[in-house]
């Protein structure tokens, strides 16, 4: 590892980490407290933390101090929606302590507001399930919702504060009767938090017809990498998060991404996910134009995109190009359990599957301690909280 390299400042999870150190860059982690990416071995220091949600701020300060003390600019690696936003707000004052690529602004921002993103649908013809936007407010919109059932309702801005209470740990709620409908708007309602939501067809078929088109659009607009990948089991199991991941070879898919790519003139990295409906047709879910999960599977599978941006933005030659090995695998090993028991499948038989992924994230014989203390940090805060519980405070007389 050279040590004059510019650090990586990661803000994000170990799935982001360690396709950076697995190519010797030096890392940054800002990260919760008790996250993998502190305790591991790439990370040469953790930075303090502030809810992006909450405090977008008091995070951009805490870069601005790290980024500007450094001898060479740090490249700067952003992974959920809230910093995504944060980068993109921010991105003038950002630029002058750090490197980093991302989308325009205004693609950003249609993208991030699902309201917006049905707009940008439409101008530009992405193959998009028919659509409904909902103000909660107005029950002149959840009167005039006109879907076939059964359909899903997802948030406009994913935060997980404000919609977990409502839907759980779920991606998006699914609605197969107006029954259920009723019952979603009255939690909506009692919530007494202002939402917006969209509504929107569903696909048929299991989430393992989800499929994922992964691209690096560098500042000339060339893509310099890709790959492909299908979603194996989710938990929950429908509309949930992703435990376990498969990189694929699927033309059909790539050559959609591509053209989407030049659609809406991206560049930066991207996750374009869609379905693939019963006759073959390939529908798009979302578009997230930041780093996520799939990097790590992909650097071990011979496509590190993380590791692409950060040679090109500091001007190292750029390796030739490489297609990622289909068939290498990804798993979130306890909620890739918690889903194959759901599914029925024989534990034997998914233990074996398992750790005959290539990747299991967090379980890694050269990295054992970031999993280990992270369990230990999080099993301390839960007996504190048992021990030690806050009191309500008391009303002054």
Same mark, same amino acid.
């Given at each position: 590892?050279?040590?004059? +390299?510019?650090?990586?400042?990661?803000m994000?999870?170990?799935?982001?980490?360690?396709?950076?150190?697995?190519?010797?860059?030096?890392?940054?982690?800002?990260?919760?407290?008790g996250?993998?990416?502190?305790?591991?071995?790439?990370?040469?220091?953790?930075?303090?933390?502030h809810?992006?949600?909450?405090q977008?701020?008091?995070?951009?300060?805490?870069?601005?101090?790290?980024?500007?003390? +450094?001898?060479?600019?740090?490249?700067?690696?952003? $992974?959920?929606?809230?910093?995504l936003?944060i980068?993109?707000?921010?991105?003038?004052?950002?630029?002058?302590?750090?490197?980093?690529?991302?989308?325009?602004?205004?693609?950003?921002d249609?993208?991030?507001?699902?309201y917006?993103?049905?707009e940008l649908? $439409?101008?530009?013809?992405?193959?998009?399930p028919?659509?409904?936007?909902?103000?909660?407010?107005s029950?002149?919109?959840?009167n005039?919702?006109?879907?076939?059932?059964?359909?899903?309702i997802?948030?406009?801005?994913?935060s997980?504060?404000?919609?977990?209470?409502?839907a759980?740990?779920?991606?998006?709620?699914?609605?197969g009767t107006? $029954?259920?409908?009723?019952?979603? *708007?009255?939690?909506?309602?009692?919530?007494?938090t202002?939402?917006?939501l969209?509504?929107q067809?569903?696909?048929?078929?299991?989430?393992s017809?989800?499929?994922?088109? +992964?691209?690096?659009?560098?500042g000339?607009?060339?893509?310099?990498?890709?790959?492909t990948?299908?979603?194996?089991?989710?938990?929950?199991?429908?509309?949930?998060?992703?435990?376990?991941?498969?990189?694929?070879?699927?033309?059909d898919?790539?050559?959609l991404?591509?053209?989407?790519?030049r659609?809406i003139n991206?560049r930066?990295?991207?996750?374009?996910?869609f *379905?693939r409906?019963? /006759?073959? *047709?390939?529908?798009?879910?979302?578009?997230?134009?930041?780093?996520?999960?799939?990097?790590?599977?992909?650097?071990?599978?011979?496509?590190?995109?993380?590791a692409?941006?950060?040679?090109?933005?500091?001007?190292?030659?750029?390796?030739?190009?490489?297609?990622?090995?289909?068939?290498t695998?990804?798993?979130?090993?306890? +909620?890739?359990?918690r889903?194959?028991?759901? /599914?029925?499948?024989?534990?034997?038989?998914w233990?074996?599957?398992?750790?005959?992924? $290539?990747?299991?994230?967090?379980?890694?014989?050269?990295?054992?301690l970031?999993?280990?203390?992270?369990?230990?940090?999080?099993?301390?805060?839960?007996l504190?909280?048992?021990?030690?519980?806050?009191?309500?405070?008391q009303?002054?007389?």
């Amino acid at each position: 590892m050279n040590t004059n +390299q510019p650090f990586a400042c990661v803000m994000g999870d170990i799935d982001l980490l360690r396709p950076l150190g697995l190519a010797g860059i030096p890392c940054v982690a800002l990260t919760k407290p008790g996250t993998m990416p502190r305790y591991s071995r790439y990370t040469k220091t953790s930075l303090d933390w502030h809810d992006p949600w909450e405090q977008p701020e008091k995070v951009v300060e805490t870069l601005m101090r790290f980024g500007l003390d +450094q001898k060479e600019k740090p490249v700067l690696f952003y $992974e959920h929606d809230a910093l995504l936003k944060i980068v993109s707000k921010y991105r003038n004052e950002l630029s002058r302590a750090f490197r980093f690529l991302i989308a325009e602004e205004n693609l950003v921002d249609e993208i991030l507001d699902k309201y917006k993103f049905h707009e940008l649908a $439409e101008r530009a013809g992405l193959p998009v399930p028919k659509t409904k936007l909902i103000d909660a407010a107005s029950e002149t919109d959840w009167n005039e919702i006109d879907l076939q059932f059964p359909f899903i309702i997802k948030p406009v801005t994913r935060s997980p504060a404000l919609w977990n209470p409502v839907a759980g740990s779920a991606k998006a709620v699914h609605i197969g009767t107006p $029954e259920d409908l009723r019952e979603f *708007k009255k939690r909506v309602g009692a919530a007494k938090t202002k939402f917006e939501l969209i509504a929107q067809e569903l696909v048929a078929g299991p989430e393992s017809a989800i499929e994922s088109y +992964q691209v690096y659009v560098d500042g000339t607009g060339e893509i310099a990498g890709e790959f492909t990948g299908k979603k194996i089991r989710t938990f929950p199991v429908e509309l949930g998060h992703s435990c376990s991941l498969m990189i694929t070879d699927t033309e059909d898919l790539a050559e959609l991404g591509r053209e989407l790519v030049r659609k809406i003139n991206l560049r930066g990295v991207a996750e374009f996910e869609f *379905k693939r409906a019963p /006759d073959g *047709k390939l529908f798009l879910l979302e578009i997230n134009p930041r780093f996520n999960l799939w990097h790590h599977l992909g650097a071990v599978a011979g496509v590190n995109l993380p590791a692409l941006v950060y040679g090109d933005l500091i001007g190292l030659p750029r390796p030739a190009h490489a297609s990622a090995r289909a068939g290498t695998r990804w798993c979130r090993v306890w +909620q890739d359990l918690r889903a194959s028991r759901a /599914d029925g499948i024989p534990l034997t038989k998914w233990f074996n599957w398992a750790m005959s992924c $290539e990747v299991k994230r967090g379980l890694t014989l050269d990295d054992p301690l970031p999993i280990f203390l992270g369990g230990v940090w999080r099993t301390s805060s839960n007996l504190l909280q048992i021990i030690s519980p806050k009191r309500p405070a008391q009303a002054k007389t």
